[in-house]
């Protein structure tokens, strides 16, 4: 009977990477604990660029193994399921909202990460098309809850604001479970040419985010989780409009 030996293969630097996600995930919990929530965004941001070099590198080096990927699935829900939840609980709902309706809306973010993290590693197992994710990741999700307290990180200390982001953490939530498709940036060639429109588009890019960091994360991760649901009900629109247009050409044709 034959095993697959990757299975039990342990790869030095993609697993490295992933335990420096995890060790960013901790020190933004102690930051929060210290009621330095702009720190403890910053740390979560870390977190997840580590993530995305874990990920961009184990498949550059083809050191990608079902280890590696039940450890990623571990750190990933710590450092961006139970660490954003943990802020969120301190900084966005304990100031203003009851304890228990704080505990609920943070807890409703922690177990649809989970969930999300779940179903990912079942779709592993299948062959599908890199190019998108079913559903938003945890990452992304984690990113704009980061991006939200890195412009503000004044703890909430009005009943409204709190209630907006009970309704964001709703919808982050959904978006993480549903069956929606986002496109993975990360899915890229690093030997792929680009033209000069484009590299010069990305330098203003890269040079305004120095400029301005705190107003570009929140727009830009703002941009990615509505991404997914903008294409969905594109794509909703544009097939029914090709059913009218289809239904149209056989009445015309009778």
Known sequence: MKTDKKSGEIYLLPNILTLVNVSFGFLSVLA???RNYSRAAFWIVMAAIIDGFDGIIARATRTH??????????????????VPTILLYFWGFRPVAPSGSGFF????????????????????KQKLDRRFYKGLTTPSASLLIAAI???HPQPLSIKLHTFILAFIVIALS?????????????SFNFRHRIDILRAFLLA????????????LLLFYFSLNVLSGPSMYFYGLLKNR??????????EESL
């Open 65 to 82: 193994s079902d280890y590696g990927i039940h450890l990623d699935s571990l750190a990933d829900a710590f450092s961006f399921c139970a």
């Open 105 to 124: 809306f943070s807890l409703i973010f922690l177990i649809a990460g989970i969930l999300r993290l779940a179903r990912y590693n079942v779709l592993q």
């Open 204 to 215: 203003i890019l890269f040079i305004s985010l120095f400029i301005y960091p705190k107003i």
């Open 241 to 250: 409009r090709q059913k009218i247009l289809s239904s149209k050409a056989k």
């Open 174 to 186: 959904f978006c993480m479970i549903s069956n929606i498709k986002y496109r993975n940036f990360l």
């Open 149 to 151: 307290v890195l412009y």
């Open 32 to 34: 929060v604990f210290d």
